[in-house]
């Protein structure tokens, strides 16, 4: 099948190497030339684990090109994606500004019928109005799909090429035919292809990150409430997720999710709840709850230490997830600023998003660290942000024999209280 996949961002690239890997001809547009070069040459915009490799194959083998052209993108293309940004507006609801911009593209360049799938993350009423976007500039017939992606930062490619489920929304049988043609290759051990209504599967999407917001949000509130009565989370939430109807997943405490998804779409359903003329209070506290969050690593700090002024402190991670260098949101900026705000220094390492953290978030405000032991030189104490794979078991010795003070304030919860008490550090965690 010939695929045109509109925006090669987090969305686009990986959907579009993916669709490539199980045989379709690709063409990913974009109207960054320098990124479109550069992605020629096998060079990628994003850490994501397996997505180089596969890439790179692909490209060799003609499977998958890239363009500025969406006259050469969407030539002959029978399905054609669009994996636009859609960034928040002041008040938190999505802006459309790239969809619409792409949808009237597209429909310029149509050369015979193709189904125009929205895998962007949308409000509910998007595909209405790329219908009439594409269908202002085209006289070809085209039908409009929602088919919202569920890809997890750091596993997209598993996600992608083994779904736990496809989401087709459609009112045509004919672009419902083809769609699900394109997505057999990746549900052949039977997971389901769920056909609904476009309005549905916008909102599936949404639904879907609100509730995994929520139950994050939810447990940390829980680990607060350990925290004051002596409890531990971790058997809390032991004792909660072997419930067959709760489950274990998106049970742990921590220091607040961040991330392009979460903190987005929850701000988007409650303000398309606003325009429809409801209150989303649950969605309301789970925004509040992870703002407030994010400070409880500073503010255990500022509880050992008193005056943080003229302080030294060392941090493992930035990313606001693992297997990332994705810093939107990240938990690690509030940090950081907080602490350089009380007078503060920090010198931090991650083992991908440091670029990122120079370039976008952070600056040279910050001091950066080659290696993760590199970090502790002189520090006061040492905050975990992040539960990198390569932090779960450190040398606690050389961590003792490099801090000023033998601190750990650990936002994941990834070492052991028993363990590191019994070596000397005072250990800060979150719920236990």
Same mark, same amino acid.
């Given at each position: 099948?010939?695929?045109?996949?509109?925006?090669?961002?987090?969305?686009?690239?990986?959907?579009?190497?993916?669709?490539?890997?199980?045989?379709?001809?690709?063409?990913?547009?974009?109207?960054?030339?320098?990124?479109?070069?550069?992605?020629?040459?096998?060079?990628?915009?994003?850490? #994501?684990?397996?997505?180089?490799?596969?890439?790179?194959?692909?490209?060799?083998?003609?499977?998958?090109?890239?363009?500025?052209?969406?006259?050469?993108?969407?030539?002959?293309?029978?399905?054609?994606?669009?994996?636009?940004?859609?960034?928040?507006?002041?008040?938190?609801?999505?802006?459309?500004?790239?969809?619409?911009?792409?949808?009237?593209?597209?429909?310029?360049?149509?050369?015979?019928?193709?189904?125009?799938?929205?895998?962007?993350?949308?409000?509910?009423?998007?595909?209405?109005?790329?219908?009439?976007?594409?269908?202002?500039?085209?006289?070809?017939?085209?039908?409009?799909?929602?088919?919202?992606?569920?890809?997890?930062?750091?596993?997209?490619?598993?996600?992608?090429?083994?779904?736990?489920?496809?989401?087709?929304?459609?009112?045509?049988?004919?672009?419902?035919?083809?769609?699900?043609?394109?997505?057999? @290759?990746?549900?052949?051990?039977?997971?389901?292809?769920?056909?609904?209504?476009?309005?549905?599967? #916008?909102?599936?999407?949404?639904?879907?990150?609100?509730?995994?917001?929520?139950?994050?949000?939810?447990?940390?509130?829980?680990?607060?409430?350990?925290?004051?009565?002596?409890?531990?989370?971790?058997?809390?939430?032991?004792?909660?997720?072997?419930?067959?109807?709760?489950?274990?997943?998106?049970?742990?405490?921590?220091?607040?999710?961040?991330?392009?998804?979460? @903190?987005?779409?929850?701000?988007?359903?409650?303000?398309?709840?606003?325009?429809?003329?409801? #209150?989303?209070?649950?969605?309301?506290?789970?925004? #509040?709850?992870?703002?407030?969050?994010?400070?409880?690593?500073?503010?255990?700090?500022?509880?050992?230490?008193?005056?943080?002024?003229?302080?030294?402190?060392?941090?493992?991670?930035?990313?606001?997830?693992?297997?990332?260098?994705?810093?939107?949101?990240?938990?690690?900026?509030?940090?950081?600023?907080?602490?350089?705000?009380?007078?503060?220094?920090?010198?931090?390492?991650?083992?991908?998003?440091?670029?990122?953290?120079?370039?976008?978030?952070?600056?040279?405000?910050?001091?950066?660290?080659?290696?993760?032991?590199?970090?502790?030189?002189?520090?006061?104490?040492?905050?975990?942000?992040?539960?990198?794979?390569?932090?779960?078991?450190?040398?606690?010795?050389?961590?003792?024999?490099?801090?000023?003070? @033998?601190?750990?304030?650990?936002?994941?919860?990834?070492?052991?209280?028993?363990?590191?008490?019994?070596?000397?550090?005072?250990?800060?965690?979150?719920?236990?």
């Amino acid at each position: 099948m010939r695929i045109a996949v509109v925006g090669t961002g987090y969305v686009g690239l990986v959907a579009g190497t993916c669709f490539a890997e199980s045989g379709n001809h690709v063409t990913c547009i974009d109207i960054d030339e320098e990124k479109v070069r550069r992605l020629h040459d096998g060079i990628l915009p994003i850490y #994501e684990p397996g997505l180089e490799e596969l890439l790179r194959r692909n490209v060799r083998d003609s499977r998958l090109t890239f363009t500025t052209d969406y006259a050469e993108g969407i030539a002959d293309a029978e399905v054609v994606f669009i994996a636009v940004g859609t960034p928040p507006g002041e008040d938190g609801s999505a802006d459309l500004k790239y969809v619409l911009a792409a949808a009237r593209s597209i429909g310029e360049n149509l050369t015979g019928y193709a189904v125009i799938v929205d895998k962007s993350t949308v409000p509910v009423g998007t595909a209405r109005k790329v219908k009439e976007a594409v269908a202002s500039t085209t006289k070809h017939e085209f039908d409009v799909v929602s088919n919202p992606e569920f890809l997890k930062e750091g596993a997209a490619i598993d996600d992608f090429l083994k779904p736990d489920r496809v989401v087709i929304g459609s009112e045509s049988p004919r672009a419902a035919k083809v769609m699900n043609e394109l997505y057999a @290759p990746f549900v052949r051990t039977g997971n389901p292809i769920i056909e609904t209504d476009i309005e549905s599967a #916008e909102l599936t999407k949404y639904a879907a990150n609100a509730m995994l917001a929520t139950r994050i949000s939810f447990m940390n509130e829980i680990a607060n409430i350990c925290e004051r009565v002596g409890a531990n989370v971790n058997h809390v939430r032991k004792g909660i997720g072997t419930d067959a109807r709760i489950g274990s997943r998106f049970l742990f405490p921590g220091c607040g999710y961040g991330g392009s998804c979460f @903190p987005k779409d929850v701000q988007a359903i409650v303000r398309t709840s606003e325009e429809y003329g409801y #209150e989303f209070r649950i969605l309301k506290a789970v925004e #509040e709850v992870n703002e407030r969050q994010k400070h409880t690593l500073f503010e255990k700090a500022e509880k050992h230490f008193g005056d943080l002024k003229g302080k030294h402190f060392a941090l493992w991670g930035l990313a606001f997830k693992p297997n990332t260098d994705d810093m939107r949101e990240a938990p690690a900026i509030v940090l950081c600023n907080q602490l350089l705000e009380a007078g503060a220094t920090v010198t931090a390492f991650d083992p991908e998003a440091m670029e990122e953290a120079k370039h976008v978030y952070i600056g040279d405000k910050i001091n950066y660290a080659d290696k993760p032991m590199d970090a502790l030189d002189g520090a006061d104490a040492l905050f975990v942000v992040t539960e990198w794979n390569e932090f779960r078991r450190p040398d606690f010795e050389s961590i003792y024999e490099s801090l000023e003070h @033998p601190v750990i304030i650990d936002g994941r919860n990834i070492f052991s209280r028993d363990v590191v008490e019994e070596m000397g550090f005072t250990y800060y965690a979150v719920g236990c």
